[in-house]
């Protein structure tokens, strides 16, 4: 089993920045990709970026490219998400996803594990 738990949200101006952390904990198999998704209550989730093994491929959602940067620590296990040049359409609850396929891509179904999220709020 594999656990994601997700640190580092909380609330800011619009803006201003966050960096979110997902630490991976278990069997998190090796070559994985890891993604940081989000999701605003009523809404589905949305795919924000994602990032393979090596660091080689790197993927974003339009509405955040060039805002948001995902990065990894394979040494900690640890992914993470640099928000920077927040709106407050960034308000979502946001989570961190693991797939042990090692393909990038954008959607959530591939993804096997998944954390419990942490809010995000951008104010006007």
């Known amino acids: 089993q594999v656990q994601l738990v997700e640190s580092g949200g909380g609330l800011v101006q619009a803006g201003g920045s966050l960096r979110l952390s997902c630490e991976a904990s278990?069997?998190?198999?090796?070559?994985?990709?890891m993604g940081w998704f989000r999701q605003v209550p009523g809404k589905e989730r949305e795919f924000v970026a994602a990032?393979?093994?090596?660091?080689?491929?790197?993927i974003y959602a339009d509405s955040v490219r060039g805002r948001f940067t995902i990065s990894r620590d394979n040494a900690k296990n640890t992914v993470y998400l640099q928000m920077n040049s927040l709106k407050p359409e960034d308000t979502a609850v946001y989570y961190c996803?693991?797939?042990?396929?090692?393909?990038?891509?954008?959607?959530?179904?591939?993804?096997?594990?998944w954390g419990r999220g942490t809010q995000v709020t951008v104010s006007s």
């Open positions: 278990g069997r998190t198999f090796s070559r994985n990709t």
């Open positions: 990032i393979t093994w090596s660091g080689g491929s790197i």
């Open positions: 996803a693991l797939d042990t396929s090692g393909v990038v891509g954008r959607r959530a179904e591939p993804f096997d594990y």
